[in-house]
C-alpha cells in the first residue's frame, strides 16, 4: 500500500502542475483580453473627444500596405495595423494607429507592437529619418535607410541618429529650431517620406500620452521651413 501510495503521489503532483499552468494560462489570456477591451474603450472616447472623424479597432493589413512605402510600415512579416484613428488636429489631417510586425523566426521570432502617429501633408518629401543615436543607428543598419548625416550641433549628432540619401532636405528639415526643439524632446523617433511625418513609439504608447505627443507632432511640423510647402 505504502508503495502504491509513493506511486500514486508524482502523478497527483503533476496533474497539480498541470491544472496550476494552465490555470495560468487562462488568467493571462483573459487578463490580456481586458487591457486589449480597455484600449479601444479608451481609443473610442479619446476620438470622440477630440471630435475625429472615425475609429477602426480592427486588424487592417491593407491600411499598413497602403503606407508601406514608409520605413516602419516595411519592416518584418505579418504587418499589420489596427485601433485606427482618422480626423485633423490642429488643422493638420492625421491618423493615429497601433501596429505590429514580426521579426526572425523559430525561438528567435519577435512580435512588435507599436504606436503610430501619422500626419499627413500635401507635398511630397525625400525620406529622413531620425531617432536616438544607438536605437536608431542598429534599426538603420538592419533595414538599410540612406546614409547617416553629421551636424554643426555636437551635442545633436551625440544624441540622435539622422539618415536620408538627400543631404539638403535633411540640413532643411533638422534647422536650428528643430535641432533645439529634439534635443528638448529626447528619445523621439520620426521619420518625413513622400507626404508624411511620422511619430513612432515601441512598445505601443498609452493612451493617456496620445494627445500630448500629438501636440508633438505639430510643433515638429511648425518648424519646417516653410519654403518646403511652397516651392514643391
Known amino acids: 500500500m505504502i508503495a502504491a501510495s509513493q506511486g500514486v503521489w508524482p502523478t497527483v503532483f503533476t496533474i497539480l502542475i498541470m491544472v496550476v ?3 495560468g494560462m487562462v488568467f493571462d489570456n483573459f487578463r490580456q483580453s481586458r487591457v486589449k477591451q480597455q484600449r479601444v474603450f479608451d481609443l473610442r472616447s479619446l476620438a470622440a473627444r477630440l471630435k475625429f472623424d472615425g ?22 512579416q ?13 488643422e493638420q489631417s ?22 503610430l502617429l501619422m500626419l499627413v501633408v ?19 543598419t538592419a533595414f538599410g535607410v540612406g546614409d547617416e548625416i553629421k551636424f554643426e550641433s555636437a551635442e545633436f549628432s551625440r544624441t540622435y541618429c539622422v539618415r536620408s540619401g538627400d543631404k539638403k532636405f535633411a540640413y532643411d528639415v533638422c534647422n536650428p529650431q ?7 524632446n529626447r528619445n523621439l523617433q520620426v ?14 504608447l498609452p493612451v493617456g500620452q496620445i494627445e500630448s ?18 516651392n514643391t
Open 55 to 76: 475609429f477602426n479597432p480592427n486588424r487592417d493589413e491593407g491600411f499598413s500596405m497602403g503606407w508601406g512605402f514608409l520605413d516602419w510600415l516595411s519592416r518584418g
Open 191 to 204: 521619420e518625413f517620406q513622400g507626404p508624411v511625418i511620422l511619430l513612432t513609439f515601441e512598445p505601443q
Open 178 to 184: 528643430m535641432i533645439e526643439y529634439l534635443l528638448a
Open 122 to 140: 500635401k507635398e511630397v518629401f525625400p525620406q529622413v529619418t531620425i531617432g536616438p543615436k544607438v536605437l536608431l543607428r542598429e534599426l538603420m
Open 21 to 23: 499552468i494552465a490555470g
Open 94 to 115: 492625421l491618423f493615429v494607429f497601433d501596429y505590429h510586425y514580426q521579426t526572425g523566426s523559430g525561438k528567435s521570432r519577435q512580435e512588435h507592437y507599436c504606436t
Open 213 to 230: 505627443n500629438l501636440q508633438r507632432l505639430v510643433e515638429i511640423r511648425s518648424r519646417l521651413p516653410e519654403y518646403l510647402f511652397t
Open 78 to 90: 505579418d504587418r499589420y495595423a489596427f485601433n485606427i484613428l482618422r480626423g485633423t488636429y490642429h
